[in-house]
């Protein structure tokens, strides 16, 4: 069973900055690319940022690029998002995922469809 555990929300003004964490267990976690997602209320989950297998690519929405950074400790099975010059704009439940296939070394992919596992998400809140 893949088990995958958020932490790091919370409460930030406007500028600020958040690093959200996720760790992974149940399956050989430096074998898979990961993503976050995030839905803000009344809206879709939609798609943030993406990072391959090996951590060697990554992806972002342009509504995040220059200033969200992913990361990955496979040693710690830990994916990061460093979340900076937030905005009120980000306020959302911030979700991370696996996607379901090994090695891939095709584009991140930003369907959530190929995301099989999912955390129970993060609450970010970020005040103007």
């Known amino acids: 069973q893949v088990q995958l555990v958020e932490s790091g929300g919370g409460l930030v003004q406007a500028g600020g900055s958040l690093r959200l964490s996720c760790a992974a267990s149940?399956?050989?976690?430096?074998?898979?690319?990961m993503g976050w997602f995030r839905q803000a209320p009344g809206q879709e989950r939609e798609f943030v940022s993406g990072?391959?297998?090996?951590?060697?690519?990554?992806y972002y929405a342009d509504s995040v690029k220059g200033r969200f950074t992913i990361s990955r400790d496979n040693a710690k099975t830990t994916v990061y998002l460093q979340m900076n010059s937030l905005k009120p704009e980000d306020t959302a439940v911030y979700y991370c995922?696996?996607?379901?296939?090994?090695?891939?070394?095709?584009?991140?992919?930003?369907?959530?469809?190929?995301?099989?596992?999912w955390g129970q998400g993060t609450q970010v809140t970020v005040s103007s």
């Open positions: 995922a696996v996607d379901r296939r090994a090695y891939y070394r095709g584009p991140i992919s930003t369907f959530r469809s190929d995301y099989d596992y």
């Open positions: 149940g399956r050989t976690f430096s074998s898979y690319p």
């Open positions: 990072l391959s297998w090996s951590g060697g690519s990554t």
